[in-house]
């Protein structure tokens, strides 16, 4: 599930992937389960909008290392 990620176009953090979700740029989204509940709503909110599945990641430091950076993740996108 996560190699998508390694290995495909990407869009990392929230607010970078609210504003490509707008654009129908995302094909498909990643949530962290821990993340903030405001960011789980704004990215659910926008991505239910557009009719984009979600798949659920376990958490943000998960997310984080599947995307090859450094910090703690809460939401990314794999860009259409």
Do not use: H, P, Q, W
């Given at each position: 599930?996560?190699?998508?990620?390694?290995?495909?176009?990407?869009?990392?953090?929230?607010?970078?992937?609210?504003?490509?979700?707008?654009?129908?740029?995302?094909?498909?989204?990643?949530?962290?389960?821990?993340?903030?509940?405001?960011?789980?709503?704004q990215v659910t909110d926008a991505a239910n909008s557009k009719g984009i599945r979600i798949t659920e990641v376990d958490t943000m430091k998960l997310l984080g290392e599947a995307c090859g950076v450094e910090v703690k993740t809460a939401s990314a996108g794999l860009l259409a």
């Open positions: 599930m996560l190699e998508k990620l390694k290995n495909g176009k990407k869009v990392v953090g929230t607010r970078r992937l609210i504003r490509a979700i707008e654009a129908g740029e995302i094909s498909e989204i990643f949530l962290a389960r821990d993340a903030d509940l405001f960011i789980r709503r």
